[in-house]
């Protein structure tokens, strides 16, 4: 089983509609869970980062974490074109030099 | 903000050849920097990790004769990629630590795409 899990897609949506993204993974010491963006060739973006359990909301998207599951869902709300990128789940916690573990990346188009 | 740049953004070179890649962040000190390749369509693999001042650590299966990497300040690290070969060519991409939040937060630079021929 890998450390982190996650379905690449392709996920294509309307504009205007929720995407919803999700990560699962197998190392109960994770603690910190990131989502990244990243457009064709270039470098990913940080979007969000939370720690532990919880949820997190900035503005259009909320992320959420459930570590008795260990689960991970990203939401964008009112989706739009610019939206469309490939979104990287990340997490880390279970080593003691910062590494992260990445899943694949799920690639989103929002068609106009 | 929490910048971070590569230079240069791509390069192509002949094989054989000695290739440099910059990684800079531009507007705060970085603990610890981290040197990732991606592959199309595939997520990052961690290469090595590198501390200013200190040797760097790599992943298994790296070569740290083939990737030298040296993190001579809290704001500069450098890859280079000695004696390229074609299977060498890919995404670099570098990350960095932000000294004043959280350790487990990486900024991620813009990516350089080395091309061996």
């Known amino acids: 089983q890998k450390e982190v899990e996650q379905d690449p897609g392709p996920l294509s949506v309307p504009e205007g509609a929720i995407v919803s993204l999700n990560c699962t993974y197998s190392n109960s010491a994770f603690q910190y869970f990131m989502w990244y963006r990243q457009y064709s060739r270039k470098g990913p973006e940080l979007l969000m980062y939370?720690?532990?359990?919880g949820n997190k909301e900035d503005g259009r998207f909320t992320a959420q974490v459930d570590k008795s599951s260990k689960y991970i869902s990203l939401f964008i709300r009112d989706s739009q074109p610019s939206d469309s990128a490939t979104y990287l789940c990340a997490m880390s916690g279970g080593y003691g030099n910062n590494r992260l573990a990445f899943g694949k990346g799920n690639q989103v188009v929002v068609i106009p | 903000g929490a910048v971070v740049s590569q230079h240069p953004s791509r390069v192509i070179c002949k094989s054989g050849t000695s290739v440099k890649i910059e990684c800079r962040s531009l507007?705060?000190?970085?603990?610890?920097m981290f040197w990732y390749r991606q592959f199309p369509k595939k997520s990052l693999m961690l290469m090595a990790t590198s501390n200013e001042g200190s040797k760097a650590t790599y992943e298994q299966g790296v070569e740290k004769d083939k990737f030298l990497i040296n993190h001579a300040s809290l704001t500069l690290s450098t890859l280079t990629v000695t004696s390229a070969h074609p299977e060498d060519s890919s995404f670099y991409i570098c990350?960095?630590?932000?000294?004043?939040?959280?350790?487990?937060?990486?900024?991620f630079g813009p990516g350089t795409r080395l091309t061996v021929t």
């Open positions: 507007d705060f000190q970085a603990t610890t």
């Open positions: 990350s960095a630590s932000h000294r004043d939040r959280s350790s487990y937060e990486q900024y």
């Open positions: 939370t720690y532990s359990s």
